[in-house]
């Protein structure tokens, strides 16, 4: 049995699956039955001046039967009365002295961030969030993604509340800027002890094609609201990346957007953070989801010989490098094998037309397609869209070139291979 | 014009084996297509409907595009979906068969598609520009719709001589009910008679009331699709009782009329092919205790589709196997079947075995007719079956023929095909 128990930015948690400033931790019932279920840790949903909500506030991006791949929201922080809050919290946190707790705060003024942050450290709170995220509602007032998008204002706020502040804080991002890095560093020049990231990406989700109108719709209207769920994961990875690799940045990183399973949790893991926070794969299938993060997390830590997070925690980041140094004369090619192929030539057709027209039909009735290797580029397209497990592979090809990457190849010290698939 | 046929029939009792699908199953399913290219499923299919496509189409909701690809190739594409063997042919074909995964139902969802189509009233065709050609069309059955359906496309205009009072063939008042209904049979040919322009002449029996050289001088080209003859019997002692029918014959009793088994205790059906498997469900699905199918071979090398004997033997049928029929018993009604004992080999062992029945119905063939057009100069027929090439065309000039009367007997999408690349070839030699 491994030791799942993570420390991120000293917030201390059993594990490191904890809920997302979001519905599933919009209350005390809601959090003790999430950690009766196994979940480490719980940011509290936003707490700020009590907003009302609009109706509907929900809608998915399906595909092929699966009806929230992505899925957006248009709800804004808590409508629950502050004092309410602040009791299930303090119960909360004397119920379960060993599970982190996290108070996420969205308000404007110095002196609200003053009141907020007293009276959130009186819970018990293990630790607070700055949600300088939300792209929706909140920021038409000034708040959430407005702050995150300016580092001046985001390092002016996160210094108030490390002023104000003797519990950990996260300054939570928002993924809608051209590049995460400055609004990190901002957030490290503020003094905060860590980041979370990414919140939700502002987004249309989708248009009623019979009702004319945006989803999820109030009526005859919508508005832009915030994008979440599995499909984001890619760009909450690289942002996590793009900060973990970033020499002058320093700090922990709570990683967020589109943590479904335990496997997307250890890349979130091996990319550099320290906790993960799930929301949309708890909306959609309930706080049981973490039953398997737990034991999946636990068997892929055994099967690599991991004591603890620390033995993994940022092991792939090092992976991370420019285009330009990437090493031109790897070579590999597609083989396919004979015995599982199943001759649906998918792969013969997605090369053809999508990629380099190197796969073709077999010359007897087996319907194996056959691969041209001399003018295979190694793209992957055929393995991604092969229906069977372990058919195609990927092989690396000993070309006979030493290793040499375009920068070397511009500097005039490494010489390419010919290219392949470019007549 | 064509007759109404009655409410009150034997057939109206049962209900459909497959069940259908509705809108959220029926895009599930679709979902799970892998949507290959140059599909197997396309290859097995006679009319080469473009299946991946069409199920791409329920994928995406796109029902009315989905059924236009079904009708492009296949104008029966509704009653194919539910009476075609799709175990042998496209499912059977699927690749997920290679990977111990369920194979994609695609007749399920070709009904799906379909029946919308129908239900909806979607209509997909116009005529083509006319071109003053009149092609005879002798047979009323899918062949013969098909290949005028296609000629219509073609700018044609075709005459169907159907010897009974509907249209339809074996799909009207052949088709085991739990695949479908007579006056789903006739709905189909009525949907695809909307294309307008085909003339129908039912009652009319070509070679007696109108020959085949009138026909052939009088219409710039002939198609044969008039199926098979009546069933075959066996000519043994006490064949002539009552209670002993043609299997094809009692089967479109049940279709059309009401059949009184209400007293039958013991059913013998004699053969093994899938006519013989329709007739023993269909009795046993009217309520007679005991029915039996009593085969010359083995339950292994019958001619009968596997699955279809597996549904059999699930609803209580026996199979009573190495027995040939040696005489019939009974006063005026019979009473029972003699048979003869056989070995491995099909040849007698000299013992023999009683087996009662009060209702026998032989399943060993139809009648192949070919020879009612003999005189046609230079067609070809070779034991009771027209020759003719891939697309239709005899040996007499201007003479075609396709279905079961040139084929030996296939499956409807067998006809389908056949009666639609026909037409092609009939245009072909048109112009």
């Known amino acids: 049995m491994a030791d799942l128990s993570t420390n991120c930015a000293g917030i201390k948690s059993p594990n490191p699956f904890w809920l997302a400033s979001a519905p599933p931790a919009n209350s005390g019932d809601q959090v003790k039955r999430a950690f009766d279920a196994g979940w480490g840790g719980a940011v509290w949903k936003t707490l700020g001046q009590p907003i009302q909500n609009v109706s509907s506030r929900f809608a998915g991006h399906g595909y092929k ?37 996290i108070v996420s705060l969205m308000v404007e003024t110095k002196e609200e961030w003053k009141d907020f942050i007293k009276r959130s450290i009186d819970t018990g709170a293990d630790g607070l969030e700055l949600n300088f995220g939300c792209p929706h509602g909140m920021c038409e007032r000034g708040m959430g993604s407005a702050v995150g998008q300016e580092p001046k204002v985001n390092e002016e706020i996160t210094s108030w509340a490390m002023e104000y502040s003797s519990i950990p804080v996260l300054v939570k991002l928002t993924p809608n800027v051209a590049d995460i890095q400055p609004h990190g560093l901002a957030a490290q020049r503020g003094g905060a002890d860590g980041v979370s990231l990414i919140n939700t990406i502002k987004s249309v989700i989708g248009v009623d094609i019979d009702n004319f109108v945006m989803r999820p719709s109030v009526g005859a209207q919508s508005t832009n609201g915030g994008y979440c769920g599995s499909a984001v994961k890619p760009i909450a990875l690289h942002m996590l990346a793009s900060l973990a690799r970033n020499k002058d940045f320093n700090l922990p990183i709570s990683g967020i957007g589109g943590v479904s399973t335990w496997r997307d949790a250890v890349e979130f893991l091996l990319l550099g953070a320290t906790s993960v926070q799930v929301c949309t794969e708890v909306m959609l299938h309930g706080y049981r989801v973490v039953e398997d993060m737990l034991t999946g997390l636990n068997n892929y830590m055994d099967k690599h010989g991991f004591k603890t997070l620390n033995d993994f925690v940022g092991k792939a980041v090092p992976s991370y490098s420019e285009w330009g140094n990437l090493d031109m004369n790897y070579e590999t090619v597609a083989k396919i094998d004979a015995d599982k192929c199943i001759g649906c030539y998918k792969c013969m057709v997605a090369c053809h037309d999508g990629a380099h027209q190197c796969i073709f039909p077999s010359k007897d009735d087996s319907r194996v397609p056959v691969i041209d290797e001399s003018e295979c580029v190694g793209c992957n397209l055929c393995e991604i869209v092969c229906p069977v497990p372990d058919c195609i592979t990927m092989t690396e090809v000993d070309n006979g070139f030493a290793p040499a990457s375009w920068n070397e190849h511009v500097a005039g010290t490494g010489k390419l291979r010919p290219k392949k698939g470019a007549h | 014009m064509q007759k109404q046929i009655t409410e009150d029939r034997a057939e109206t009792v049962f209900e459909d084996f497959k069940k259908p699908y509705d809108m959220k199953a029926a895009v599930a399913e679709a979902n799970r297509c892998l949507y290959c290219e140059d599909a197997p499923c396309i290859t097995a299919c006679p009319t080469s409907i473009n299946i991946p496509e069409f199920i791409r189409r329920i994928a995406t909701e796109n029902i009315q595009g989905s059924a236009e690809t079904i009708f492009d190739s296949n104008i029966f594409g509704m009653s194919c979906a539910r009476v075609c063997p799709v175990e042998t042919l496209c499912v059977g074909d699927c690749v997920f068969n290679h990977m111990e995964q369920p194979p994609i139902q695609i007749g399920k969802l070709q009904r799906y598609a379909t029946d919308q189509a129908f239900e909806q009233d979607w209509s997909f065709f116009e005529p083509g520009a006319d071109t003053g050609k009149r092609v005879a069309i002798v047979g009323g059955g899918p062949a013969s719709i098909a290949c005028a359906h296609e000629l219509r496309l073609l700018g044609h205009s075709p005459t169907i001589f159907e010897s009974r009072d509907v249209l339809g063939g074996l799909n009207t008042w052949g088709v085991a009910p739990y695949k479908m209904k007579a006056d789903r049979a006739l709905e189909e040919v009525n949907w695809i008679m909307q294309i307008g322009g085909i003339e129908v002449k039912t009652g009319v029996t070509v070679g007696q009331d109108v020959s085949f050289d009138e026909l052939k001088n009088d219409y710039d080209a002939v198609f044969l699709g008039f199926g098979l003859g009546l069933d075959k019997f066996l000519k043994l002692e006490d064949e002539g009782l009552d209670g002993i029918y043609g299997a094809v014959e009692f089967i479109e009793k049940i279709k059309l009329e009401q059949p009184d088994v209400s007293n039958v205790q013991t059913a013998v059906v004699l053969g093994g092919g899938n006519t013989a498997i329709d007739a023993v469900r269909q009795l046993k699905g009217l309520g007679i205790p005991s029915v039996k199918m009593v085969y010359r071979g083995t339950e292994e090398r019958m001619s009968g589709y596997a699955h279809e004997w597996e549904a059999a033997k699930i609803e ?6 190495h027995m040939s029929p040696n005489r019939f018993f009974g006063e005026n009604t019979v009473t029972g079947v003699l048979c003869d004992v056989l070995d491995q080999d099909k040849k007698p062992t000299g013992a023999q075995q009683n087996i009662e029945a009060d209702l026998v119905l032989l399943a060993v063939g139809q009648d192949k007719q070919g020879d009612i057009v003999q005189s046609l100069p230079g067609l070809e027929i070779e034991w009771g079956v027209i020759k003719v090439d891939s697309m239709g065309r005899t040996g007499c000039d201007g003479v075609f023929a396709g279905g079961d009367c040139a084929n030996g007997a296939k499956e409807v999408v067998n006809a389908t095909a056949e009666g639609r690349d026909a037409a092609r070839a009939i245009d072909q030699y048109l112009n």
């Open chain 2, 316 to 321: 209580g049928i026996e199979g009573v196997w």
């Open chain 1, 65 to 101: 039967g699966n009806k929230a791949i992505g899925f957006n929201n248009i709800e804004l922080i808590t409508d629950r009365p502050l004092d309410v809050n602040f009791r299930e919290i303090t119960e909360v946190k004397k119920q379960y002295p060993d599970h982190a707790v």
